[in-house]
């Protein structure tokens, strides 16, 4: 068994946008980690990171997010590194080597990127969470300005990939969710990108929300 964790070094007191630092190293969110744009300091914080959670028994990061926020509606900006998915892929790598070091081990914080292959573009800003936040469009033609950041990432030999909760609309894949199609998960991300490691589903993706009677 292996204990994961979304991210948990943010300032944040609200835990319907982020989790709480707690006895963690106070950082900046990604978005401001992106402001400051140093693949130094980025991987720098990710090795503190990874210490703290060697420390408590945590060998899973459920991050970095790749999610490129192109939609201004779209409540979770915050928890990516912006827009340019240059330097989404540029950060996200430094992220991955200071969890996981040059090659996993012992010493490693397993890093899951997400939301593949990309899930900042959510019709009309709403969360796929939920039922009526389903549809996920790429304005444009912009399916693969989206995945560049994955791309990258995993390069830089990435552990494991979660997929997001939306689906496909008006693009070459099967409008199916993302964690149950074929052509994105095992067309794209196995065969297309070569990824081997592990893919996890989001949580949830199969009961959904489930609230106490």
């Not at 994961?4 to 982020?18: E, F, G, Q, V």
């Not at 939609?71 to 915050?78: D, K, L, Q, Y």
């Not at 070569?194 to 949830?204: E, L, P, Q, R, Y």
Request: negative net charge; charged residues 20%; proline residues 8%.
């Amino acid at each position: 068994m292996s204990l994961s964790t979304d991210p948990r070094h943010s300032m944040s007191d609200n835990p319907l946008s982020a989790n709480r630092s707690g006895e963690f190293s106070h950082g900046p969110e990604p978005l401001g980690l992106a402001a400051i744009g140093s693949d130094e300091v980025v991987e720098e914080f990710a090795d503190v990171a990874r210490r703290e959670y060697l420390a408590s028994g945590i060998r899973v990061a459920l991050h970095p997010r790749l999610d490129l926020s192109t939609e201004p509606r779209w409540a979770r900006i915050i928890q990516t590194f912006g827009e340019d998915a240059r330097l989404t892929g540029r950060l996200g790598a430094a992220y991955v080597r200071g969890f996981q070091g040059r090659a996993l081990g012992p010493d490693s914080a397993a890093t899951m990127v997400k939301h593949f292959p990309g899930g900042g573009p959510q019709k009309d800003g709403l969360a796929p969470h939920c039922a009526d936040g389903r549809e996920q469009v790429d304005p444009g033609g912009q399916f693969e300005h989206h995945l560049t950041p994955f791309v990258e990432v995993l390069e830089a030999g990435a552990a494991q990939v979660m997929p997001y909760y939306g689906m496909p609309v008006g693009a070459e894949y099967e409008e199916v969710g993302f964690a149950f199609n074929k052509g994105v998960v095992t067309g794209l991300l196995r065969e297309r990108l070569g990824f081997d490691g592990i893919v996890c589903t989001d949580f949830g993706v199969v009961t959904g929300p489930v609230h106490p009677a």
